[in-house]
């Protein structure tokens, strides 16, 4: 079975710059997570999407975070415009359901300079 | 406020030695805690959980130990391998929909 799939690995940007990153769930997991780990500290959840629906993004900065899950399958979270403490490795989770184990991709490390 | 406060930050252990990671929470609303193992480079993997109707768990070397009333949970691995050294996170997950509030890690290196 293939694993939570993240893309691009590595991204490097400048302050007041826009990044993208996408996500791709294992298949038939209904519940898709956007974590961020700054280094140093644990995840963070950033937004839940179950199916296509946003569930919790109560600590996403929505003046500059974005995120969506517009077929119910993959997701893009976005960053406009970032900052440096937006550095951080942004991970991708999928499950089941909500109350499922939790699988997690690799990551999509952002630095910004 | 939901958190989960772990510790120590850093663990150095001699290979054959036990590892012994802490971490306490002060939410009540949480149904489910697992401990996840973070390799550089990887996301991290769930490696053991437990429900807090039971008060310990075990699977191969590694063990939950699970304090309801004193709201504090453990992770003991049992004679530690070079290859355990890694990150190892606690979470709690909350019980209306599923969000996992994670510790800030614990770096074990484990030296042959």
């Known amino acids: 079975e293939a694993g939570v799939a993240q893309s691009p690995r590595y991204k490097i940007i400048e302050k007041r710059q826009s990044v993208a990153f996408w996500c791709n769930p294992i298949s038939g997991h209904a519940t898709l997570y956007w974590y961020q780990q700054i280094l140093g500290q644990g995840p963070k959840l950033l937004i839940q999407?179950?199916?296509?629906?946003?569930?919790?993004d109560s600590q996403l900065p929505k003046d500059r975070f974005s995120a969506e899950r517009l077929k119910g399958v993959d997701s893009t979270l976005k960053i406009q415009p970032a900052k440096l403490e937006d550095s951080a490795v942004y991970l991708c989770a999928s499950s089941l359901a909500p109350s499922n184990e939790q699988y997690f991709g690799p990551g999509t490390r952002l630095t910004v300079t | 406020q939901q958190q989960v406060k772990q510790s120590p930050q850093s663990l150095i252990v001699q290979k054959g030695g036990i590892s012994i990671i802490n971490c306490a929470y002060e939410?009540?609303?949480?149904?489910?805690f697992p401990w996840y193992q973070q390799f550089p480079g990887k996301g991290p993997a769930l490696l053991i959980a437990?429900?807090?109707?039971?008060s310990e768990k075990k699977e191969g070397r590694f063990t939950i130990s699970f304090n309801k009333s004193a709201k504090q949970f453990s992770l003991h691995i049992m004679d530690s391998q070079p290859g355990d050294s890694a990150t190892y996170f606690c979470a709690a997950r909350d019980n209306q929909g599923g969000k996992l509030i994670f510790g800030q890690g614990t770096e074990l290196s484990v030296k042959p």
């Open positions: 939410n009540t609303a949480f149904d489910y």
């Open positions: 999407f179950q199916n296509n629906g946003v569930v919790d």
């Open positions: 437990i429900r807090p109707d039971v």
